[in-house]
Nanobody, 115 residues
Framework: QVQLVESGGGLVQPGGSLTLSCTVA????????MAWYRQAPGKQQELVAIISRDGRTNYRDSLKGRFTISRDNAKNTLYLQMSSLKPEDTGVYYCNQDRVTRVYWGQGTQVTVSS
């Protein structure tokens, strides 16, 4: 059984930084692409960043330069480093593992950017 658990969210002031983690319980972490999504209040869920099994990354255009996705295959953990945070970055952040035949999601972690 695959379980994804996010952590690291919280309240941060505009301009601040946070690093989110997603620990995956289950086999074969290293062979699947992983992604971060977010959902702001009243808005649709959107893709933040994706990292392939060999470390290639892609980002939502508006987040390039502020967010960095990475993975540690030895620890079965996905990361999202966020800097220069803005109030519009507020939302619930979810990690995702796409196993082609099934997609797994974590429960989400709340990020609030406010003064």
């Amino acid at each position: 059984q695959v379980q994804l658990v996010e952590s690291g969210g919280g309240l941060v002031q505009p301009g601040g930084s946070l690093t989110l983690s997603c620990t995956v319980a289950g086999n074969f972490f290293s062979i699947y692409s992983m992604a971060w999504y977010r959902q702001a209040p009243g808005k649709q869920q959107e893709l933040v960043a994706i990292i392939s099994r060999d470390g290639r990354t892609n980002y939502r255009d508006s987040l390039k330069g502020r967010f960095t996705i990475s993975r540690d295959n030895a620890k079965n953990t996905l990361y999202l480093q966020m800097s220069s945070l803005k109030p519009e970055d507020t939302g619930v952040y979810y990690c995702n593992q796409d196993r082609v035949t099934r997609v797994y999601w974590g429960q989400g972690t709340q990020v609030t950017v406010s003064s």
